[in-house]
T-cell receptor, first 113, second 113 residues
Framework: DGGITQSPKYLFRKEGQNVTLSCEQN?????MYWYRQDPGQGLRLIYY???????QKGDIAEGYSVSREKKESFPLTVTSAQKNPTAFYLC????????????FGPGTRLTVT | KNEVEQSPQNLTAQEGEFITINCSYS?????LHWLQQHPGGGIVSLFM???GKKKHGRLIATINIQEKHSSLHITASHPRDSAVYIC???????????????FGKGTLLTVNP
């Protein structure tokens, strides 16, 4: 089945530790995105990538880093510099055509204590 | 002021009722998306539209570009329709960033049996 996988579903970390969230897609989509969702707020874009080995900051990139070494994979690292890392993180992908319809993964809920 | 406003924030209905969720936006857009998020967190794309009306099963989405307004209707609502419904817009001519979506905060729908 084609789709987007994120793992793990729940992740717990101590403050001060970096943590990497995985996102894999087998939809052959060129573009991939990371969003953060907080209670009572709309999704906010962290980073996006339209092509392998290239990525751009979104609206709230501070404290995060990404890589895009393969078309299928777009891991997100939440660094210790991110002041409020506890959130629900969603990965998405889309074809680079006019429709730009985005397909979302199941999400990872990160809790940092 | 958010670029995308949804109403109501919360909606409770009895099974069988006709549901309407509204979305207003303030920018020129090339497309509007309706998304569904279930309690587990994963997001499913319901509709993407740029004009007129689309129907899928019991779901109907309409958009009025001149009034910058869209509605999502659910006919014969069912408890399994209980979810958060999210409106997102893709701004027109956003300087090459035509991938970018701006999200509303979502409408929590609860359908009671």
């Amino acid at each position: 089945d084609g789709g987007i996988t994120q793992s793990p579903k729940y992740l717990f970390r101590k403050e001060g530790q970096n943590v990497t969230l995985s996102c894999e897609q087998n939809l052959n989509h060129d573009a991939m995105y990371w969003y953060r969702q907080d209670p009572g707020q709309g999704l906010r874009l962290i980073y996006y990538s339209q092509i392998v080995n290239d990525f751009q900051k979104g609206d709230i990139a501070e404290g995060y880093s990404v890589s895009r070494e393969k078309k299928e994979s777009f891991p997100l690292t939440v660094t210790s510099a991110q002041k409020n890392p506890t959130a629900f993180y969603l990965c998405a992908s889309s074809p680079l055509v006019e429709s730009y319809e985005q397909y979302f993964g199941p999400g990872t809920r990160l809790t940092v204590t | 002021k958010n670029e995308v406003e949804q109403s109501p924030q919360n909606l409770t209905a009895q099974e069988g009722e006709f549901i309407t969720i509204n979305c207003s936006y303030s920018v020129g857009i090339s497309a509007l998306h309706w998304l569904q998020q279930h309690p587990g967190g994963g997001i499913v794309s319901l509709f993407m539209l740029s004009s007129g009306k689309k129907k899928h099963g019991r779901l109907i989405a309409t958009i009025n570009i001149q009034e910058k307004h869209s509605s999502l209707h659910i006919t014969a609502s069912h408890p399994r329709d209980s979810a958060v419904y999210i409106c997102a817009v893709r701004a027109r001519n956003s300087g090459g960033s035509n991938y970018k979506l701006t999200f509303g905060k979502g409408t929590l729908l609860t359908v009671n049996p």
